[in-house]
């Protein structure tokens, strides 16, 4: 770990290499030390889209040095819920940084012109981007790569249209096809004038202890490669869920209204990999490889004949833009998809954003009048018109639709239809109450904070007293905590357990046990809330879309008092509650 940190303001174009080494030891690295990062560099009450709302990269300590620890959290005020902005992504965005030199980035500012950063090793350009404005997320991978060539692996993020339009679910898009994909921070570099960012440079990283460090690195990897859950993800990836969750009633089908969708089969994992698959691709330092890539063939314009597009796709895009919109034809997913990424949009914020808007269509809540064009589920090519109108800015209602379904379900009713927690577009699962309160009480609202979709699908064959189902979400986010600030993909955590992680610490010369272990992530916990909190968070508000209480979740419907007793019980043993 370098422990250095550069901070560049977009404003003067002036940059700054610091170095903290009480920050790192004491809040190690990843979403630990980015969350004190942003508590320090964030000024209060400033509109998201405010210059001064800081962009902040974080890796940690571990990053580089063992398989599947390839991840950089971001941190940043989000446009889409106005409070805590934080997105994880893999690709080779940790090794730039690490060749860089750097183990946190923070951008400020707004250029006065579009640019993008070229950081390697020490030095720092920014360059004009007039040229590159409105391309496309992938375009201008190939544009920045091609001008930026012959220095080794460089790692290049960027934006898409979605992004210079401020849209407050864009993302940014990293290398090949991964994502800062949720809550919006592709808005922020677009109201930064910051089309990209290229990052790289010579710089190793010291290994303390060889003969050990081989030894622990040999172990690590054979147990990855061994495993059974690693393979799954590289099979199938994430995508083997949808048959199993349909089948429980779990997997969300046209808005939420209901969990078992029949055509599932048709969209499922191994579906895609008989049928579309063309090659799975991996993070830099990872033997999974669990991203698939599949083919879409499509028509080019007369006279020519077809062209093929490579496409990524998982669960959570499957289901937004496949059940969830009543979609069961793969290569139709496959065409939104290409659509979304070319605009470098989120695209479960896109889908269920689509859902909404198709639900109040039918609800009688929005009309022609709005629309202009008649909603209806399991239709692509209106949804394909739908994305069409958003991207070219047709009339107020759809370029509406770029702020997400909370903030239209605001404007124009049908809130309750509107399927957030937090503000932020629901991730794919619908097994029983639990999901939803770890969604809601999650900090990032996301089906990754504490893995509550696990929990409710042990509970089918299980008992569990109330207070200790919401122990073991509490338990599990602050677990995960500190998975974030090593920064591990979370595939690997039943590889990553705490003793392990204590000895790779200390074979790197850093000093943590188990007991400062807890001890950090309960702080990390608490300064996350205070920044949420101070930006209009308010825990003891938490309540669910109207419809999720009316629906079936996993055979079972969630009931507004319990969730309710259980949500105040949460913050109650977080020690959230003292502080209100
Ligand atoms: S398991 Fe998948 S997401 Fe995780 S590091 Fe490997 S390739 Fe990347």
Redesign the pocket.
Known sequence: MHRKILKIDLETKKYDISEDSDLYTQWMGGTGAGIKLLNRECPKDIDPLDPQNPIIFNTGPLNGYFP?I?KTVAMFKSPLTGNLGESHG?GRFFQGMNSAGFSSVIITGKAKKPCYICIYNNKVDIKEAGSIWGQSAPATERILREAEGGKGKLSIARIGPAGERLSRFACVTIDGSRHFGRLGIGAVFGSKNLKGLVIGGTTSLPVVNKKEYNKFYSEIYTEIKESTLMKK?HDYGTSVNVIPLSKIGGLPTRNFSQGYFEGSSQISGEKFASDYLIQHT??TH?P????HIGKLREKFSEPCHYKTVKVSYDHELIYALGSNLSISYAPDILKLLDYIEKQGWDAISMGVTMAWATDAFLHGIITLKQTDLPLAFGDTSTYMEMMNRIATGYSEFYRDLEAGADYCGRKYGGLDLAICFGKNEAPGYMTGENTYLGFSVGIRHSHLDNASYSLDQKLLTTQMEEAKQVETLLLEERWRFILNSLVI?L??REIYKKDRVVKLLNLQGHSWDENSLDDLSKRIHMEKMAFKMANGFDPFSIDLPGKLYRVKSAGNYPAEESFKRKNKLYWEMAGVAGQK
């Open positions: 599947v390839t893999g993800y991996a993070c990872c999974v490889g669990c991203i993909c595939f690997a």
